[in-house]
């Protein structure tokens, strides 16, 4: 489905992404890494990675470096699925060639929920003993050899899902290996000069392989669907509520940044009242109540002051501790007016 349009014919579309100057920073340094056929990006590559087990660099090792006849296959293709049975075919011959080779922008193919889903990772590196290495091209900087954590965790789980791709590939190649540490190149400092580090991704990737195997099938979702459901753009606008509204949705804040329906499900959320628009950590602690209003019935007691033994919501701890912060509250803003008199402010002119 295309969810920017659908959200755009809802009415709420997602005024986010990556703001063009960064797209063509972005652009740039990438640009910078992989040019002269990626001589400096297979350095990099050489210089952190090593060529095989032996010849990691400085260790003694027999391997050469890459030199300037490294390979570099043309990948174009029609359509997904054209171009990703070219990148297959070139990693088997680079790997057959035993050479080092660059792939730029291959497309890989994962099965997710039993349904093919095409990746583009930044590049791919043969290296001559059959080793394939993913690298990350991000233009965030790496001051003194170091990233924002955050951001390189992000590229981690990233990758993770690219090497995934990438061992259903190299499973029916012989000789080939994916390896489980990628390169992240980033600008070195505050200039444009590439640098890189490499990343152990093995935990990133047992946790999407978990994340993977537990999906539900594409299949079994669209069989629980009610008939004729169709989320096509094209429908109007009361057409598009009625069909998002037969799909459950869990919204919760940090939904704005990744998901076209974000602000169409915060709509819904707020207008049901429900607490999941404060956040996750708000609905975690707030338990079985599910809704803002049930919460400040909670919150408020019974009008008597004593709550009722048959009424199991006020005995909930929940409500007990939102009971104790409204009391708190109260008190509060009673005392406020007198620790803060009017006459005792002075004007800061």
């Not at 340094?29 to 992989?34: C, N, R, S």
């Not at 994962?110 to 690298?135: C, F, K, M, S």
């Amino acid at each position: 489905m295309d969810k920017t349009g659908l959200a755009a014919a809802l009415g709420s579309p997602a005024p986010f992404g990556q703001s063009q100057f960064a797209i063509v920073r972005g652009n740039s340094f990438e640009a910078k890494v992989k040019g002269d056929g990626g001589a400096e990006l297979l350095r990099l590559v050489y210089e952190h990675l090593g060529a095989g087990p032996g010849g990691a660099a400085g260790s003694g090792g027999t391997s050469a470096a890459p030199g300037p006849d490294a390979l570099t296959p043309d990948l174009t293709a029609a359509g997904p699925q054209g171009r990703a049975a070219r990148t297959a075919l070139a990693l088997r011959e680079a790997t057959a060639a035993g050479a080092w080779t660059l792939l730029d922008h291959p497309m890989l193919a994962l099965e997710v929920a039993g349904t093919p889903a095409y990746l583009e990772p930044d590049a791919v590196v043969v290296h001559p003993d059959g080793r394939w290495t993913v690298v990350e091209i991000k233009s965030f900087p790496m001051i003194d050899g170091s990233a924002d954590a955050a951001k390189v965790g992000a590229a981690a789980r990233q990758a993770a899902v690219y090497v995934l791709a990438l061992e259903a590939t190299a499973a029916k190649v012989a000789g080939a290996e994916v390896g489980h540490t990628v390169l992240l190149v980033c600008p070195k400092d505050f200039s444009n000069l590439p640098t890189a580090a490499p990343v152990d991704i093995r935990r990133e990737r047992s946790v999407t392989r978990r994340q993977l195997e537990r999906l539900t099938r594409v299949e079994e979702l669209a069989g629980a669907l009610p008939e004729g459901l169709t989320f096509d753009p094209a429908c109007s606008a009361e057409e598009l509520t009625e069909a998002v509204s037969a799909v459950s949705a869990a919204y919760a804040p940090e939904c704005l940044a990744a998901c076209e329906l974000a602000f169409h499900c915060r709509d819904r959320a707020r207008a049901a009242g429900e607490v999941t628009a404060l956040g996750r950590s708000v609905r975690g602690e707030l338990g079985g109540l599910t809704t803002v209003e049930a919460a400040l019935a909670a919150a408020a007691g019974h009008p008597d002051g004593a709550a009722p033994a048959a009424d199991l919501a006020f005995e909930d701890p929940t409500a007990a501790a939102l009971r104790y912060a409204a009391r708190l509250r109260a008190e509060a803003l009673e005392q406020a007016p007198a620790r803060i008199r009017p006459e005792a402010v002075e004007c800061p002119c």
